[in-house]
């Protein structure tokens, strides 16, 4: 019989946690103390271990996607048509 693992409380204060990654895959064989996934709280990002062995069937929650790097500005060259200013004497 399958058995659905819930996101445990990992801290005393924990409300709210958010899936950074899952280290798994589905049809993965897992036993006791493997790192499933990693969370983040509102203080740390803290590991999720394995409490049931046995092989995992259907992620229910996808990791979200990475979001993008920053825009990175950089200077462009000048057209040819359109040459350096002077700097005023």
Partial sequence: ???IIDMPKL???MSVGTLVKWNIKEGQV???GD???EVETDKATMELSCTVPGTILKIYAPAPPL???PLRRR???R???RP???RPK
């Fill in 67 to 69: 979001s993008p790097p």
């Fill in 84 to 86: 350096f200013p002077r």
């Fill in 1 to 3: 019989m399958a058995e």
């Fill in 79 to 81: 057209p040819p048509s």
């Fill in 75 to 77: 200077r462009l060259p």
């Fill in 11 to 13: 801290s005393d204060t």
């Fill in 30 to 32: 897992v036993a006791f």
């Fill in 35 to 37: 790192i499933l996934a």
